[in-house]
């Protein structure tokens, strides 16, 4: 996966952040450093085969995660169960994948995609997991956002 | 004319969101359904008035595919537009969705627009 990757997924997350979630991210600033990764934090991967195989993922804070569901259901993140925050970032992963793959590969190839998988784990993991993948990270709300291509 | 509306996806943020979408476009809605797969939907198309369906195509027990062709050979549910709603945007896909049966076909995330477009041009005359 080239850098061109990496920064179309950056771009469709961003764009389907704010369409979907009504989230506003960026990318750091130049010299700045993200916010740090909260312990334990979300990894959310989704798997597609087609035309090309392979699996795009986000480390992402159970906080922001609290933030997408209270938006989409009109409510406080604090009323945002832990249930409807782990089905919201997994769709709108869903929604970045789909919308990834059509802007680098186009309308004609056909993809499958798999369910969206999620799981909790200490932040130092979360970092060895994405170890070595091409990878990016967003501010989003204030919050960070690691966006990450399997191969 | 208030219009009954089914969402059929296994994600209730999906539904959440198209449910809220319609509520924004202005789209006149009696009542919203919804099922969080096909043969959930089936059998509430069996029980209730629906005017339209919105279906993902990605779904376990029964997809968004065999829902619609389930509905096409059933004399009660044959002419209830089903619109696709789904993150797969191939032409390939899109055309075998239409071969099946469905009306339209947006890709997620929609828009207030898009979807208040496209139940104007397949309810206005109902």
Redesign the interface.
Same mark, same amino acid.
């Given at each position: 996966m080239s850098a061109d990757n990496i920064n179309t997924l950056v771009q469709v997350t961003i764009q389907v952040l704010e369409r979907f979630a009504f989230l506003l991210g960026d990318p750091p600033e130049s010299g700045d450093h993200p916010p740090a990764f909260p312990s334990p934090s979300w990894i959310v991967t989704i798997a597609f085969t087609g035309a090309r195989a392979g699996a795009i993922g986000m480390v992402v804070p159970p906080s922001l995660a609290a933030q997408a569901a209270a938006n989409l259901h009109g409510m406080e993140p604090s009323q945002a169960s832990e249930e409807q925050a782990v089905d919201a970032v997994k769709e709108l992963l869903n929604i970045v994948c789909g919308n990834y793959l059509h802007e680098i590969e186009g309308n004609k190839p056909l993809f499958d995609l798999s369910s969206p998988a999620q799981q909790t784990v200490a932040w130092e993991r979360a970092a060895q997991y994405v170890q070595g993948k091409t990878q990016a990270t967003l501010v989003v709300e204030g919050s960070p956002l690691l966006l990450f291509i399997e191969k | 004319m208030a219009y009954n509306i089914l969402i059929a996806d296994d +994600?209730?943020?999906?539904r959440?969101?198209i449910a !809220?979408t319609l509520e924004i476009a202005g789209v006149p809605v009696n009542q919203v359904y919804q099922a969080r797969n096909g043969q959930e939907a089936l059998d509430l198309l069996q029980r209730e008035w629906v005017d339209m369906v919105f279906v993902d195509i990605?779904m376990p027990v029964m997809n968004g595919m065999e829902l619609v062709r389930h509905m096409r050979t059933m004399d009660l549910l044959k002419s209830i537009p089903v619109i696709v709603v789904?993150?797969?945007? +191939?032409? !390939?896909?899109m055309a075998d969705m239409k071969e099946a049966g469905v009306q339209a076909y947006l890709?997620?995330?929609i828009?207030p627009e898009e979807l208040k477009s496209i139940v104007e041009q397949f309810l206005k005359n109902a």
């Open positions: - | +994600s209730l943020t999906a959440t969101f !809220r990605n789904s993150t797969d945007c +191939s032409t !390939r896909r890709t997620k995330p828009t």
